[in-house]
């Protein structure tokens, strides 16, 4: 007669956990807040550097301004460039050149050459007494593609021929992003014939174009430099060793050659050189090499400690020789020419590699190295390097006759007994921010927990008779998981790894490095805490849901009889499929050989987000576990609506309102555990908030939820039944007067003989023998 009131709003006023949690998702939001705001606030530098008052942008380090490229002096006050100018002859315009570089007219080559898209001319900034001064402009060849110039490079050909064809090879590589692998063959092919013909031919000019031209294929993808690139492979090859050689050649005196990706120096060493000869390239603003930055000290007698120093090569060489000996150096911004099969580099991170050469006839004592990387990002810290020098034996590198040092706060050094081209491998590993140790409040919120499920599991184990063995199964299953979740949790979230030191690789063996990335040794314990507790999560959703269901199915009575093997199957289910969705995780995730492909480093649980912080697709969390309980949250919320709809509707004779209440209850129940708990793991990742308030919050607030789960089965599964209570009401009745029966009911239920012992649907909760019993319901007004 009063239709379809909703009995949700009843079920809603309860007071257990529930209300609580509320509250509590409101206070996790809250939190969360104010933690964002923490770490904005914390994470404005307080740092007050020393002033040295730079200007055009220059940078201060420790008093000392560091110019861009464009600026020099003490104060970046002096520029190091030439204006944007307008060659009276050809009337070409040029924009601003960096002095000891190339700029290329705005102007191009006529729409129907072969070279439309390049610039007609190309003129360079020079420095003549300290002023920078352009040079006359030279006209490019519009009609020869770098492949036809690479034919004309012969042997007898004129100073002015060469030239030419060093300048129109110049204009044809300045576009790095358009040239083939075809163009790289051939202009890398005339660069390096142009340059094993400088000493013959007294054209260190064209040489210096074609350095220019080096350093502009340096500037092409890394890709097109692919060790399985032959024919790349070859001409760098061929190339590099030219450059070594060019370094030496006496044209070349005293003389420094530096564009934005080579520098090649030489020295002859005269009577001034005594000891040995450093080489030292300072860090500028950005990667590139710049001419004020390379310095040359041909009296030194050790590397010196220089905090602007990014690379240094000191040689130290026998003194009886020095008046004969040629010395030269040649640096590469990167290492595209010299490209590794055995050494993979996922971090794009330029490698310096440095090249000291020293004429034939000069004996070598040693070589000293001092490498000081760029900064990497904060998210990785180095773990280990090792030295090498390209052997062009193997075309790869190789430690031999190399020796390292040590990695600690300071720059990295190597020493060897030859000269060739250097370079240090670096090993890196990932600076996990793990999670701090658990607070002493969730011990005592998953105590609280513990016990309130150990609770509820003996009370409902010793009170089985009472009521359905398939109810008290699924819920004691129900219980058994939650609670190993929460003895998982205190005992094996942190990972061991965050107590182990997180040193640096103490060797100084040299040994070749495979990677430039590479991670914690394995801790197995980790991975499976995580597995562990995935599963028992897994199965305590599943058993929320099958006890959902199992209760829908007893109040609305589809089935005359419950399905054969009830038990069987539901534990099939409950038990079976998380482990089945388990395995199949760590088979296609642990299997690939990298564990945190399955679960993080900063503490033991399922890996979600990538290094950026993001939900990464790819990893396990999204799949197996957001998604499965998506499923069964869904699948609890339909049975609880379809209940409540159907429970209110249908004259339900068997079950008197208060029963109704009372199932209608417990499958809320479950349906706010599977939803908080879900809640609290799949933001599990919150736990590593860097911020100490933030994370105090959090911990309190994971303890407060998760108490809540414990205690409030307790409260509803153990305290609120009928059974408990009627004995607490007998203990009570002793001492106090029976008043606390306010609604006592009775009602009587039909015994089918027909259906035997057999448990049966249209019986309910709470009793088998007696076909008549009172209940009493406390907290109901
Ligand atoms: C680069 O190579 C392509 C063929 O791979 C050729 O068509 C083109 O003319 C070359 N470009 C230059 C500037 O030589
Ligand atoms: C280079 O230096 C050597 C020895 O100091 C000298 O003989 C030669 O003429 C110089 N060459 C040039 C091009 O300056
Ligand atoms: C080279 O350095 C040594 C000491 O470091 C010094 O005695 C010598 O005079 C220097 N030679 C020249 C030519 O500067
Ligand atoms: C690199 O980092 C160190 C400390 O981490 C800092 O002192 C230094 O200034 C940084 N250098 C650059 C070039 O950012
Ligand atoms: C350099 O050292 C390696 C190994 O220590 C040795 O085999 C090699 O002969 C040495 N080379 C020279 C030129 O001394």
Redesign the pocket.
Known sequence: EHGCQPLLLVVLINVDCSKWEGMVSGLEIYSLIIAGINIGLTSVPTITPIPCNCQNNGTCRNGVCICSDEWTGDKCQTANFCNSSVDNNSSLTFDRIIVNRSGYSNEKCEADTPNAHFSKATRMCLLEDGMPVLSTPRMVNCNENLDTLAEQVKDNMTVDQLLQVATSTQVLTSQADILTTQNITSAAGIAQQILSKSEELASVKAAAIAVTTVSQLMDVHDDEFSPDNADVSNVTKSLTKSLEKFSME??N?ASKLVQSNLAVQSL?L?QGVTQGVLFTALRGLNDNLLGNRIELNSNASNLTENTYAEVQIFINVSTSQVDQGRVGFVLYQNDKFFKSKTHSSKMNFTKRVISGNLANNVTLNSVELLFNPQNYSSEFYLYDYACVFWDYNIDDWNTTGCTKGKVDNGPLRCWCNHTTNFALLMNFRQNYKYAQPLEIVSYVGCGLSIAGLALTILFQVSTRKTRKTSITWMFVSLCVSMLIVNVIFISGIDNPNAKKDHGVSNSTENTLIKSDLSSAPEEVWCTLVAAFLHYFLLATFTWTALYAVHMHFLLTKIFKQPPRHLILKASGIGWGVPAVVVAITLGATYGTGNPLNYRQEEFCWLAALDPQGTLDLSKPMLWTFLLPLGIILILNFIVFVNLTVMVQCKNNKILNSSKKQSYMKKVLSTLSIAVVLGLTWSTGYLMLINNEGARTVFSYLFCVINTCQGLQIFILFTIQSTVFQKKMAKIWSTFTLPEIYLHSQKFSLKWSKSEGIKESYTQADSFTSSTEFSSSILYET
Request: hydrophobic share 20%; proline share 0%.
């Open positions: 006496v044209n005196n002859s005269g």
